[in-house]
């Protein structure tokens, strides 16, 4: 359990440090806040959860990865982060692409997490029936963030044009929950065995 401790610390040392590195001085404030406020909202939840509702090994780094993603999507904005350009001119594709990246997250961690839930909770029985609940909860993630995307957009007129990361595109909305559905799919197809067994390692309440 120590050892799980100094682990569970260093990863959220490793996001709030980032978290308040890319709060000094970001590309935009308001961006930068609608960007991270999920890492904001999520980090006490998991401090507070983590005796009664430890999570697994691959789960909390892939949240912490995911924290990462956007922490550093919210310093630039998406359509300015530098990795984003290099993808760009590696793959030669004309817009940068990591605003790509960060959806595919958005379906790639939320699936493992509903998968989490409902396989410790017993409230889904059957692997294919799990499968497809994990994607539809993780595409329903996705369209929820596509509608508050659509509402800054109504609220702030241009100044959303930041937060929205459209780069011009008219398909953007529908790329992004793509992504989100490859991204899914994904992490079902590739994680769940060793998600099983580190499920089967964390003690039974």
């Not at 970001?26 to 890492?39: F, G, I, K, S």
């Not at 909770?121 to 369209?143: D, E, K, N, P």
């Amino acid at each position: 359990m120590m050892q799980r401790d100094t682990f569970d610390a260093f990863l959220a040392s490793l996001v709030v440090a980032a978290l308040i590195a890319s709060g000094i001085a970001p590309h935009d404030r308001a961006t930068w806040l609608m960007e991270v406020a999920p890492v904001i909202i999520a980090l006490p939840v998991l401090a507070a959860t983590r005796r009664s509702y430890p999570l697994t090994a691959l789960l909390t780094i892939l949240i912490a990865l995911h924290a990462l993603v956007l922490i550093l999507g919210g310093a630039y904005t998406y359509a300015n982060v530098p990795f984003g350009f290099w993808l760009q001119d590696v793959l030669g594709t004309a817009r940068n692409p990591y605003d790509k990246i960060g959806h595919f997250m958005q379906g790639f961690v939320p699936a493992l997490i509903a998968r989490e839930i409902l396989i410790r909770g017993h409230h889904v029985a059957g692997r294919r029936m799990t499968a497809f609940l994990c994607v539809c909860i993780a595409m329903a993630i996705s369209a929820s963030y596509e509608l508050i995307e659509w509402a800054a957009a109504l609220i702030m007129g241009q100044g959303a044009d930041e937060f929205l990361g459209t780069q011009g595109d008219p398909w953007d909305t529908q790329s992004d929950m793509f992504m989100a559905l490859i991204g899914s799919m994904s992490a079902i197809a590739v994680l769940s065995k060793w998600h099983d067994r580190q499920l089967a390692q964390l003690p039974s309440r």
